[in-house]
């Protein structure tokens, strides 16, 4: 099943603005991270936020994770067109088995010139 | 360069017939994973080792099978028994369970 769920499925914006993708979840989680996929391609891991962490930068990445809310915001800012792609939130949680990391349906996201 | 290589990059199965991907890592990661990805879907995961000689099932693990003799190889059969294998697979490692993945470049799985 999927434990996250990205909003919006998918944004068109303009080479320059900013790009704001949201991530929801159920579950208790040891961390949150965010990937990049660009088409068929692998993933690209891009920062990771602990549960115990509200926010994280990382170049013109921003993370905030609210646990009380299940949900976290990546922002992009000042958008290039190759950072056109799908991006996934990824929660890691532990099971029985181990720690798993379930990935949410993605945004993708266009970037124009 | 360390990395994670799979292989083949496109594959072709005939129905009744089971596949083997391979997936190779260098990074002296402990732990691997295989996800299963469709079109416009997220992954899902299908089978996970943590350490040597051992494995987990996913989400989907029916109709799949693993091996992990050796640290830096985790092949991934795709058994007759999976009715719907026409997917893109993705292989992934990581240094410690909770810890980012590092991701192959997948392979791109068609029955015909």
């Known amino acids: 099943s999927q434990q996250g769920e990205e909003d919006p499925q998918a944004l068109s914006i303009q080479e320059g603005e900013n790009a704001t993708m949201n991530c929801s979840y159920k579950?208790?989680?040891?961390?949150l991270q965010w990937y990049r996929q660009n088409s068929g391609r692998g993933l690209v891991h891009l920062i990771l936020?602990?549960?115990?962490?509200r926010e994280k930068h990382s170049g013109r990445l921003r993370v905030t994770l609210d646990t009380s809310k299940k949900s976290s915001s990546l922002l992009i800012t000042a958008s290039r067109a190759a950072d056109t792609a799908s991006y996934f939130c990824?929660?890691?949680?532990?099971?029985?088995?181990?720690?798993?990391?379930?990935f949410g349906t993605g945004t993708q996201l266009k970037v124009e010139l | 360069d360390g990395g994670i290589t799979q292989s083949p990059k496109y594959l072709f199965r005939k129905e009744g017939q089971n596949v083997t991907l391979s997936c190779e890592q260098n990074?002296?990661?402990?732990?691997m994973y295989w996800y299963r990805q469709d079109p416009g879907q997220g992954l899902r995961l299908i089978y996970y080792s943590q350490i040597v000689n051992d494995f987990q099932k996913g989400d989907i693990a029916e109709g799949y099978s693993v091996s992990r003799e050796k640290k830096e190889s985790f092949p991934l059969t795709v058994t007759s028994a999976q009715k719907n294998p026409t997917a893109f697979y993705l292989c992934?490692?990581?240094?410690?369970?909770?810890?980012?993945?590092?991701f192959g470049s997948g392979t791109r799985l068609t029955v015909v």
């Open positions: 990824a929660t890691d949680r532990l099971t029985g088995g181990g720690n798993k990391l379930t």
């Open positions: 579950t208790s989680i040891n961390n």
């Open positions: 992934a490692s990581s240094m410690l369970p909770g810890d980012g993945y590092t």
């Open positions: 936020i602990r549960s115990n962490e």
């Open positions: 990074l002296n990661h402990d732990a």
